[in-house]
């Protein structure tokens, strides 16, 4: 089992910047893959970054530009870092990771969940 913690959301005003983490934590797992989705009011939850363990992002187009993901594979960490804010990046902000549990006879892996970080943009 693989438990996610998130931190840094908050309120922000249009054109300002917020940096959204989330620490994986568990035993005998390894990451694949960490991502942010996000889900505004009365929207589907969609993809707004993810990255592989070896660091290649993929960035939804919305974002491209202001938005910034990042791993840190050592503490099993991923970041985004959040500029140049728009109202319409109002949403709450759900961690997903991909772990992988790996023994001699399988590999299995695994998504997970956190509980989700509000982001508030003012105009």
């Known amino acids: 089992q693989v438990q996610l913690v998130e931190s840094g959301g908050g309120l922000a005003r249009t054109g300002g910047s917020l940096r959204l983490s989330c620490a994986a934590s568990?035993?005998?797992?390894?990451?694949?893959?960490m991502g942010w989705y996000r889900q505004g009011p009365g929207k589907e939850r969609e993809l707004v970054a993810s990255i592989t363990s070896g660091g290649t992002p993929n960035h939804a187009d919305s974002v491209k530009g202001r938005f910034t993901i990042s791993i840190d594979n050592a503490e099993n960490t991923v970041h985004l870092q959040m500029n140049s804010l728009k109202p319409e990046d109002t949403a709450v902000y759900y961690c997903?990771?991909?772990?992988?549990?790996?023994?001699?006879?399988?590999?299995?892996?695994?998504?997970?969940w956190g509980q989700g970080t509000q982001v508030t943009v003012s105009s």
């Open positions: 568990g035993s005998s797992f390894s990451i694949r893959s």
């Open positions: 997903k990771a991909v772990a992988a549990y790996v023994t001699a006879w399988s590999s299995n892996e695994y998504q997970y």
